[in-house]
């Protein structure tokens, strides 16, 4: 007994290697992910992509974790088959979905064929790579909570929110090393291949490191067995189905979940169209820089996320970091939709407000998840958030590429055309607008978090993220 007394996680060295091994795997999901985020007029001028088709393709990377349910059939499946098996296929679905997209934009003719899917008609280049998109956000969402139980496993009663924050933080560099490289290269040579090539090879190297973290783990696991073996003290009950209605009838569970919907939905969406918006809003700003721009928003991240996540563990107010970042990113949405903001001094101030509250209230969202769940059900809870997150992130896209072809085209409100990358400028008001509106909307969901803690007694305003 003398040999298990001591879990691989009570050393602080095995634990934070943990950490990184995961936290790399998603750096380079991340930055696979977003490797496309910045390149929305490249593709307008060099692959003749509409802002539709573009909304379509970033609604596509959530189509399957929404109307499939991959999300929860990934829960269920991390609860009860466990981290190893679940983080190993959301790495292989991610690889196999980027090489789809890869495909897309290599070997796939830009203006060859249309194709009519779901009453959306869309060129056969983007279908395709959309539907690469779709297959990388079943598995990019699928090792996301595999990576997030990981966590909690090493690191209850530990540094759990410094832990989270500092994954979320290296997660994030990935999203600014290919928002600001993205365009440069793409710009440089001409195409989107290059860059999305190497996302490929991102990921690829991101599913050998998870095989490595699995064994890892699967010493931690031999050993808990052990300890409960010769202690003579039963393992935790398994999950069940049953676990799925106490998650869903827990008052707290749905506050968070709507709260990660809106606020997710009101910065990660926006990814996707910043560049765009400071060619279109910043004269001085040209495409082969405009990448440096949105990644002012994950650097600012990785700067702040662990120092919140720090504060958390120390002297709690969750709830209060909750409040303050909505309240920051809804400023930020504000901003860019005041029509007299021309200044790029003012775009960069309020991109890095934006990095600020984009650390701060994830630095207490997912802690508090953890605290509220048992972690025998954390697996299932999680991805039923992530999966009511995904339902935001599939339909802003879609809706703000719409807006913008609809109602915000220069060209429509001058009357004329105009000289111009895709001879199309945007204003950026309408859905600066929209953004906002959510801003707001977390706002008042993380004050009634606030009073439902309080009435619960969850400790989300507790030092200490112990399970």
Not at 296 to 324: E, Q, R, V, W
């Amino acid at each position: 007994m003398e040999q298990v007394k001591r879990l691989l996680r009570d050393s602080s060295r095995a634990r934070w290697t943990a950490l990184m091994i995961v936290s790399f795997v998603m750096f380079a999901a991340y930055l696979a992910s977003d490797v496309y985020s910045p390149l929305k007029t490249i593709l307008e001028e060099n692959n003749a992509w509409s802002s539709t088709e573009y909304g379509y393709f970033g609604a596509a990377q959530s189509v399957f974790n929404v109307f499939l349910g991959m999300l929860i059939f990934s829960g269920l499946l991390l609860d009860k088959k466990g981290i190893r098996l679940t983080g190993s296929l959301g790495c292989a679905l991610m690889v196999a979905g980027f090489a789809l997209k890869y495909y897309a934009v290599a070997f796939i003719p830009s203006g060859e064929g249309m194709v009519s899917f779901l009453g959306m008609s869309m060129k056969t280049q983007v279908f395709w790579a959309s539907f690469g998109f779709a297959i990388f956000g079943t598995g990019c969402e699928m090792a996301g909570i595999s990576v997030s139980k990981a966590i909690v496993k090493w690191f209850s009663g530990k540094e759990l929110a410094l832990a989270m924050s500092l994954q979320l933080s290296i997660a994030r560099l990935g999203s600014g090393v290919a928002l600001i490289f993205a365009p440069m290269i793409s710009e440089r040579l001409h195409n989107v291949t290059t860059v999305v090539l190497i996302g490929l090879i991102f990921m690829i190297i991101g599913l050998l490191a998870f095989f490595v973290y699995c064994l890892q783990d699967k010493k931690l696991d031999n050993q808990i067995k052990a300890l409960a073996e010769e202690s003579g003290q039963q393992e935790e009950s398994s999950f069940s189905l049953r676990d799925v209605r106490q998650i869903i009838s827990n008052p707290g569970f749905w506050l968070i979940s709507v709260l990660c919907l809106i606020f997710y939905a009101a910065v990660s969406p926006f990814f996707k169209f910043t560049s765009d918006l400071m060619v279109n809003k910043f004269n001085d700003v040209t495409p082969f820089y405009s990448g440096i721009f949105p990644s002012l928003i994950p650097f600012g991240c990785i700067i702040f996320s662990p120092l919140f996540g720090a504060i958390y563990d120390k002297f709690g107010k969750g709830t209060s970091l909750m409040i303050t970042g909505a309240l920051a990113i809804t400023a930020v949405h504000v901003g860019f939709g005041l029509p007299w903001v021309h200044q790029m001094w003012v775009a960069v101030v309020l991109l890095l407000l934006l990095g600020l509250g984009y650390a701060m209230l994830p630095a207490a969202l997912w802690p508090s998840l953890a605290k509220i769940m048992p972690q025998k059900q954390y697996g299932t809870a999680i991805a039923l958030a992530f999966f009511i997150q995904n339902i935001g992130l599939m339909l802003v896209p879609m809706v703000i590429g719409w807006v913008l072809d609809k109602y915000c085209t220069v060209a429509s409100f001058a009357g004329g055309t105009v000289s111009y990358p895709g001879n199309i400028k945007y204003d950026y008001t309408l859905p600066q607008i929209i953004f906002a509106v959510m801003g707001v909307c977390a706002i008042l969901l993380s004050f009634a978090l606030r009073r439902l803690d309080r009435k619960k007694g969850y400790g989300l305003d507790r030092a200490k993220s112990i399970q």
